[in-house]
């Protein structure tokens, strides 16, 4: 059985399993010349038995850098995250765009930081045959959706309605993280230490200038009155 080159990869300890999905969500193939079944590391079959391999670790990091790709391989993936009785935390390193968003929604945590992006839309498919083979794909794809807009419900919470969901989903929109932040589909903000210890020394030196500043005033209201 062939491998697919993704870029994909998986570490654990005894309490923690990284998971990696830093390419196309997609099942397996099969070689078109030898019959030979390609065996993709992003597939929900992969997964599963990645999980299996870690047995009961306390925590689960899924790290996703991913454009989305096949719905059902995804649907699959977020299934299993949920059922599991690990933590899961989801980090968006970059895109978590089409599926690879819905994936997210399965961790109890979502963090992303200031420069990920999330894109969400409705399910598309390409659909040959007649009328009613037509119109059959068109209510498939209505049952799809509706299966995609309960992932970002049960994530969102009350932080964002099922129109406004509608809308961007409608739209194919793609949302910077501090506007996932707000709707409910991310749950922090990150930013490395070095930049955090940056922010915290000019919170510190703004305070003590105004900290001067309100010395200094109180001073010359002082002498003004002498």
């Not at 790290?63 to 096949?70: A, H, L, P, T, V």
């Not at 059902?72 to 968006?92: N, P």
Request: hydrophobic letters at 45%.
């Amino acid at each position: 059985m062939k491998q697919h080159n993704a870029f994909f990869a998986l570490a654990r300890n005894e309490a923690t399993l990284n998971i990696y999905l830093y390419d196309e969500i997609e099942g397996n193939s099969t070689d078109f010349w030898t019959g030979e079944i390609i065996e993709s590391n992003t597939s929900a079959n992969t997964i599963a038995k990645q999980l299996e391999d870690a047995g009961n670790v306390a925590e689960i990091n899924v790290f996703i850098n991913s454009y989305g790709g096949d719905v059902k391989e995804g649907l699959g993936i977020y299934s299993q995250l949920q059922r599991s009785s690990a933590k899961v935390t989801a980090y968006i390193d970059g895109f978590a765009c089409s599926i690879a968003s819905v994936i997210a929604m399965a961790a109890d945590k979502v963090v992303m930081n200031p420069t990920s992006l999330m894109m969400i839309h409705r399910a598309w498919m390409v659909a040959v045959g007649n009328a009613e083979e037509l119109r059959k794909a068109a209510d498939d794809l209505e049952v799809i959706d509706e299966s995609i807009r309960t992932a970002y419900m049960n994530k969102t919470g009350d932080k964002m309605d099922e129109e406004t969901l509608a809308s961007l989903l409608n739209a194919e929109t793609w949302l910077p993280a501090s506007k996932c932040l707000e709707l409910g589909l991310c749950d922090e903000i990150s930013i490395s230490e070095e930049a955090q210890a940056e922010a915290d020394e000019a919170v510190e030196e703004a305070k003590e200038e105004a900290a001067d500043n309100a010395l200094r005033e109180r001073l010359e209201a002082m002498f003004a009155n002498i």
